[in-house]
């Protein structure tokens, strides 16, 4: 079964930085690209960013909003995906979810999620 | 960016009613969309990918069709556990976008 783990949520300050993990199970971890998306309360869905596999060079893509303050990164040895954020906002404020992408033939789509951790950034 | 947007934001139906909603992209995304299905408090459910394939394990009361800019998602038989807001979202190209919602009430 798959399953997806994060943490490292809480309340930060505007400005401050937040370290999310995401502990992957039940699934070859190395071979997916891997997602964050994120939630405002309330609001609808949001796509943060991707690292593609090692296949791919580990690239990564960023939504503009999170670009230049947010960086994806993962460890394969460890399953585990991350996302580093500096420089936060009151408007980064959101659920954060991990989600994997499976790729079926030419189409990359989220099929599996974490249960999400709330950010919260406030002075 | 390519913009989705969902019709209606919001409907109320009845046990039974055939419920459809429209995802329109502002711009052609072939047929690279997804729809989910989200409950209150929980992470979302894909449903359909690829427009109209039925991911596994969904209930076959769920159909997606479309392409190009013009998708629809359609409940055949709504259910109380249907109640949830539903988005579609494209991967077409970056960045990735999710339409706006639709909640479903009974």
């Known amino acids: 079964e798959v399953q997806l783990v994060e943490s490292g949520g809480g309340l930060v300050q505007p400005g401050g930085s937040l370290r999310l993990s995401c502990a992957a199970s039940g699934f070859t971890f190395s071979d997916h690209y891997m997602d964050w998306v994120r939630q405002a309360p309330g609001k609808g869905l949001e796509w943060v960013g991707r690292?593609?596999?090692?296949?791919?060079?580990?690239?990564?893509v960023y939504a503009a909003s999170v670009n230049g303050r947010f960086t994806v990164s993962r460890d394969d040895s460890k399953n585990s995906l991350y996302l580093q954020m500096y420089s936060l906002k009151t408007e980064d404020t959101a659920v954060y979810y991990c989600?994997?992408?499976?790729?079926?033939?030419?189409?990359?789509?989220?099929?599996?999620w974490g249960q999400g951790t709330l950010v919260t950034v406030s002075s | 960016d390519i913009q989705m947007t969902q019709s209606p934001s919001s409907l109320s139906a009845s046990v039974g009613d055939r419920v459809t909603i429209t995802c329109r992209a502002s711009?052609?995304?072939?047929?690279?969309l997804t729809w989910f299905q989200q409950k209150p408090g929980k992470a979302p459910k894909p449903l359909i990918y690829g427009a109209s394939n039925l991911q596994s394990g969904v209930p076959s009361k769920f159909s997606g069709s479309g392409s190009g800019t013009d998708f629809t998602l359609t409940i055949s038989s709504l259910q109380p556990e249907d109640v949830a807001t539903y988005y579609c979202?494209?991967?077409?190209?970056?960045?990735?976008?999710f339409g706006g919602g639709t909640k479903v009430e009974i």
């Open positions: 690292t593609r596999n090692k296949a791919n060079s580990y690239t990564t």
């Open positions: 979202q494209q991967y077409n190209s970056y960045p990735l976008t």
């Open positions: 989600t994997r992408v499976l790729v079926a033939g030419p189409h990359y789509y989220f099929d599996s």
């Open positions: 711009q052609g995304i072939n047929n690279y």
